[in-house]
């Protein structure tokens, strides 16, 4: 059973910074992409950043240059720095992982971290 769990959520000032995380866990042979999205209140899901398994990344335009994402393949952990914060960054974040699992090979999710950014 693969699990990917998240923490670091909270609420924050505009202008401040969180870091989010999420670790997997359970029977993993290889990790490939991983990355984050978000929901914010009455959207869709959208993709925020992802990174290859050889560290390439990719980033939303609306958080370029404002929020960095890393992964620890060591620790099957991804990481998501999210700097200069803005109201409309307030989401429900989910990271993501294309994990093998034994024979199989699919996207795993987590359960999803609030980020509120007010004043």
């Known amino acids: 059973q693969v699990q990917l769990v998240e923490s670091g959520g909270g609420l924050v000032q505009p202008g401040g910074s969180l870091r989010l995380s999420c670790a997997a866990s359970?029977?993993?042979?290889?990790?490939?992409?991983m990355g984050w999205y978000r929901q914010a209140p009455g959207k869709g899901r959208e993709l925020v950043a992802s990174?290859?398994?050889?560290?390439?990344?990719n980033y939303a335009g609306s958080v370029k240059g404002r929020f960095t994402i890393s992964r620890d393949n060591a620790k099957n952990t991804v990481y998501l720095q999210m700097n200069s914060l803005k109201p409309e960054d307030t989401a429900v974040y989910y990271c993501?992982?294309?994990?093998?699992?034994?024979?199989?090979?699919?996207?795993?999710w987590g359960q999803g971290t609030q980020v509120t950014v007010s004043s």
């Open positions: 990174i290859t398994s050889g560290g390439s990344t």
């Open positions: 993501n992982a294309d994990i093998s699992a034994g024979p199989l090979n699919r996207r795993y």
């Open positions: 359970g029977s993993i042979f290889s990790i490939n992409a």
